[in-house]
């Protein structure tokens, strides 16, 4: 397995198929579950303790896998948007589509942000909406009272979606 750091915040880990099968991976199935694994594993090997979370990007190839992984906050950030428009607004004037979720709630939307560890939310957010705060569990919270209209990359989609 070949690691090499990307800056301070992030990783790149190529890891060949005869690597995955030593490891009791199969490479055709490796998702979300082993990709975890495989990055608690080589941050073991690099002696660098556990990162709290993570953004996880897969690259299957015909003999190698390629996985991006950049270090996030285990903090969320929520914001309230009582308008759509805004919310788009938003999205489009974030400088970086951050790992976030999006909840459809009584009166307008909940945007679940998680900044990359170090940094804050874009100040672009606190301008079109209201911060709520980091509440660790609101986000799963509205997962499971089925307010999740987005549950992951929603800023990445309501860029690529709305104009």
């Known amino acids: ?6 800056g301070t915040r992030a990783l790149s ?3 060949t198929n005869q690597e995955l099968t030593q490891m009791n991976f199969e490479p055709e199935q ?12 080589a941050l073991e ?5 556990s ?5 996880l990007t897969l690259y299957a190839g015909k ?6 992984a950049r270090r996030r906050s285990g903090k969320p950030v929520h914001f309230f948007f009582p ?8 999205a489009h004037l974030c400088p970086d589509p951050l790992p976030s979720g999006l909840s459809r709630v009584p009166g307008g939307y909940v945007l679940t942000v998680y900044p990359f560890e170090g940094e804050t939310p874009p100040a672009v957010l606190r301008e079109f909406g209201n911060q ?9 919270h509205l997962t499971e009272q089925g307010a999740a209209l987005l549950p992951t990359a929603a800023l990445a989609q309501l860029r690529e979606h709305f104009a």
């Open 51 to 55: 990162w709290e979370a993570a953004e």
């Open 83 to 90: 308008d759509f428009e805004d919310l788009i607004q938003a």
């Open 132 to 140: 709520l705060g980091q509440g660790a569990y609101l986000a799963a």
């Open 1 to 6: 397995m070949m690691i090499q750091h990307i």
């Open 30 to 41: 490796i998702g979300r579950q082993e990709a975890r694994q495989i990055l608690a594993h």
């Open 63 to 68: 003999d190698a896998l390629l996985l991006f």
């Open 45 to 49: 090997e690099k002696c660098l303790g």
């Open 13 to 15: 880990l190529y890891i």
